[in-house]
């Protein structure tokens, strides 16, 4: 079964601190993997992708997220956090295979704080 | 302005009593889902829809039924709705007839109240 699992439901971070949010992955197949940003009060807004190709993934806003086959990973991180990062993140996945292709499966999502 | 929008934003009803949430895209996207938002629980999906009188069901389709008559809309119904349905609903779209690698455009939502 496809499956996602983001284990912090809470990451805090200082203002130009990194920040690392987790996830994890079980997928039959490849994994399509994606990372989505939630502000309050708005709908969900895509942030990055791994089809294939290099397992360092740039998006939107100055994020970025590895993708490691061996320990079915997709983390997301940002080198300087800014306190307008401050918001609520979910990892998602598809497979490329079987009878759940059109299917996409979200973690739990992870609330970030950054503080100034 | 591409977009996904849903109607109502806001919507208090009281059990039994049916109800549609519309969803429609301007971006002749094949794809198109929907999900419910619990706290603690992510997003979940509902139905999806791979093109025009194409539904499957998601994780959590009890209770909910879909059509997708023309390629723009996706409306959700709820044919008799409970108290458990109370959810923020997000219906999403993208390119491509499964969408498997294209990012999903997300509606702003819709903040459902069964009583």
């Known amino acids: 079964a496809q499956s996602v699992a983001q284990p912090e439901d809470q990451v805090n971070v200082a203002e130009g601190n990194p920040l690392t949010v987790k996830c994890t992955y079980s997928?039959?197949?490849?994994?399509?993997l994606f990372w989505y940003v939630q502000y309050p009060n708005r709908g969900l807004q895509f942030l990055l992708k791994y089809i294939t190709g290099d397992n360092l993934v740039k998006g939107s806003y100055g994020f970025e997220a590895e993708f490691n086959k061996s320990q079915t990973s997709f983390h997301l991180k940002k080198p300087s956090a800014l306190v307008s990062d401050s918001a609520l993140y979910f990892c998602a996945v598809r497979s490329d295979r079987g009878s759940t292709l059109g299917r996409l499966y979200f973690g739990r999502g992870t609330q970030l704080t950054v503080w100034p | 302005e591409a977009q996904v929008t849903q109607n109502p934003r806001y919507l208090i009803t009281v059990t039994g009593k049916k109800l549609t949430v519309t969803c429609s895209q301007n971006?002749?996207?094949?794809?198109m889902s929907w999900y419910r938002q619990d706290p603690g629980l992510g997003l979940r999906q509902i139905y999806y829809s791979m093109n025009v009188e194409v539904t499957d069901k998601g994780d959590v389709p009890e209770g909910y039924k879909v059509s997708r008559k023309e390629k723009r809309n996706f409306p959700l119904i709820l044919e008799s709705p409970s108290p458990n349905q109370t959810s923020l609903y997000f219906c999403a779209s993208s390119p491509g007839l499964a969408g498997e690698w294209n990012e999903q455009f997300f509606g702003p939502g819709t903040r459902l109240t069964v009583l």
């Open positions: 971006m002749n996207h094949e794809y």
């Open positions: 997928v039959s197949g490849n994994p399509y």
